[in-house]
């Protein structure tokens, strides 16, 4: 099962964008048990935790970014979102959509997020 992510693109500061991670061939049994959640990667930079959603839809915010991302699913789509409202230049990264489960790890092949000042 491979996860595909989009959404991504450039805006500028103050914008919004919805990332989307579509794992659309996937058991609807097994997309229930995983935790998913979005990192970011920058240059120089460690892959960090943006958002977390668990399998019972409880949320986790990365302190940044409370207040102005929200993190969601969509069992019958199989797929999860990252709304991001009042982008800030600081946001700018690779996005990344990891599904983690009992006994696997999936990661989505990334999606660049670019805000302008």
């Known amino acids: 099962v491979q996860l595909q992510a989009s959404g991504g693109g450039l805006v500028q500061a103050g914008g919004s964008l919805r990332l989307s991670c579509a794992a659309s061939?996937?058991?609807?049994?097994?997309?229930?048990?995983?935790?998913m959640g979005w990192y970011r990667q920058t240059p120089g930079k460690e892959r960090e935790m943006v958002a977390v959603i668990s399998s019972d839809r409880t949320t986790k915010y990365e302190d940044s970014v409370k207040g102005r991302f929200t993190i969601s699913k969509d069992n019958t789509r199989r797929t999860v979102y990252l709304q991001m409202n009042s982008l800030k230049p600081e946001d700018t990264g690779v996005y990344y959509c990891?599904?983690?489960?009992?006994?696997?790890?999936?990661w989505g092949q990334g999606t660049q997020v670019t805000v302008s000042s």
């Open positions: 990891n599904f983690k489960g009992a006994n696997s790890e999936l």
């Open positions: 061939r996937m058991i609807l049994s097994v997309f229930w048990g995983y935790d």
